[in-house]
């Protein structure tokens, strides 16, 4: 059974950083591409941050650009999400979620439809 768990949310001040970990287990995602995910209070879940399974190709949603960094280890089968300059309106739920193609390319999904696996999620709360 494939099972993604994040850990490392918590409440944080603005202008504080956390780190974000995705353990995988149940099958390798090495060669598939991985991103987390963050859904506010009311609000659809919104892209965030995609790697490609080399981590030659990433992505980030415009407003966390230059301040989140995504990252992996494919020995681990984990996922990170550094998020540093942190603001209220970052305050969501974050999930990680993986593609399960594998693919030979770099490519990197930017939609929910695009991932196939997901976790529970973590909360991250940034008080003014």
């Known amino acids: 059974q494939v099972q993604l768990v994040e850990s490392g949310g918590g409440l944080v001040q603005a202008g504080g950083s956390l780190r974000l970990s995705c353990a995988a287990s149940?099958?390798?995602?090495?060669?598939?591409?991985m991103g987390w995910f963050r859904q506010a209070p009311g609000k659809e879940r919104e892209f965030v941050a995609a790697?490609?399974?080399?981590?030659?190709?990433?992505y980030y949603l415009d407003s966390v650009k230059g301040r989140f960094t995504i990252s992996r280890e494919n020995a681990k089968n984990t996922v990170y999400l550094q998020m540093n300059s942190l603001k209220p309106e970052d305050t969501a739920v974050y999930y990680c979620?993986?593609?399960?193609?594998?693919?030979?390319?770099?490519?990197?999904?930017?939609?929910?439809?695009?991932?196939?696996?997901w976790g529970q999620g973590t909360q991250v709360t940034v008080s003014s």
């Open positions: 790697i490609s399974w080399s981590g030659g190709n990433i």
């Open positions: 149940g099958r390798t995602f090495s060669n598939s591409a």
């Open positions: 979620a993986a593609d399960s193609t594998i693919r030979h390319s770099d490519f990197v999904g930017v939609l929910r439809v695009q991932y196939d696996y």
